[in-house]
């Protein structure tokens, strides 16, 4: 039904594009036509500014991909229209010009774009693939600034708290509250967020704060650079203690993970920060 439901929105949304309704168009730099097909109101992007959006590719009549389908939105940091590496895609081309509220279509053809790229998908000179793009939000650099300096602010709190923490474990002082898995691994619930379950292959953003839980010694933490750890969860890049605290989880909660060193750095651990066989305290607040 959800697929279903996804398909139905497409198609009056492609059919919006061809009838009456469509505002206007403009050309870009390169040569692609962007369509408008209702206008949003704002301002467009600039350098550095992080735009969040929703996207489909249409090749012909065939949807290839939905971002609605998906439980992560996708953004992206607008970089500067000069850069060699962004002229020719459509994608950057066509949502630099727009504003909050904006769908627009980017249509490309098969021999307008890299013959590799053609051929993975199987075009043909004459085949059409249509970007659909409802730009919704736009964070500027000030306001990205701005919650920077909130993240590094908070610094001092969450060390406090930590420690807090690490104190009530090592008084086996959760009781309940302590899950334990069968992996050893041990984590407690501080906030419950209001955001989905986390599963493998989903994007997540995490702030957090690492200690070592032997010597209290702080080794890392995200707070200090105003800004969470962005990151892919089940496919290894990250410990194997953060995967699979990550996916008993939810988007928007806070929790510390007590993670025993075979699920962290091993035997080996990471010198001078995190000795030999170190288990390893995690705060974390994952971002809805």
């Not at 793009?133 to 610094?155: K, P, W």
Request: hydrophobic share 40%.
């Amino acid at each position: 039904m959800k697929n279903l439901l996804v398909l139905t929105t497409l198609a009056l949304f492609l059919l919006s594009a061809c009838g009456e309704e469509q505002r206007d168009s403009v050309t870009t730099a390169s040569g692609f036509e962007v369509v408008w097909h209702e206008r949003g109101q704002g301002e467009p992007a600039n350098e550095g500014d992080m735009l969040l959006f929703h996207v489909s590719y249409m090749l012909n009549d065939s949807l290839l991909f939905d971002s609605r389908s998906n439980p992560d939105t996708p953004s992206l940091q607008l970089p500067s229209m000069d850069d060699p590496q962004i002229q020719g895609e459509p994608l950057f081309e066509a949502i630099a010009m727009m504003v909050p509220g904006d769908l627009a279509t980017v249509s490309q053809r098969g021999d307008e774009m890299p013959m590799e790229q053609a051929q993975q998908l199987e075009m043909a000179d004459d085949d059409l693939l249509n970007y659909n793009i409802e730009l919704f939000r736009i964070v500027t650099q000030e306001e990205i600034m701005a919650m920077q300096e909130a993240s590094r602010a908070r610094e001092s709190e969450v060390q406090a708290f930590v420690q807090e923490v690490l104190d009530t474990y090592r008084a086996n002082g959760f009781g309940d509250d302590l899950v334990v898995t069968e992996t050893g691994l041990q984590y407690v619930i501080h906030e419950s967020g209001n955001g989905p379950s986390i599963n493998v292959g989903d994007q997540a953003e995490v702030h957090y704060y690492g200690k070592v839980i032997e010597n209290g010694a702080m080794f890392d933490n995200s707070f200090s650079r105003g800004e969470p750890f962005g990151l892919t969860v089940g496919v290894g890049m990250v410990i194997p203690g953060w995967d699979e605290a990550l996916s008993n989880l939810n988007k928007g909660d806070a929790a510390s993970i007590f993670i025993p060193y075979p699920l962290a750095y091993g035997e080996e651990g990471r010198p001078p920060q995190i000795p030999q066989r170190s288990d390893l305290l995690f705060y974390i607040e994952i971002q809805e």
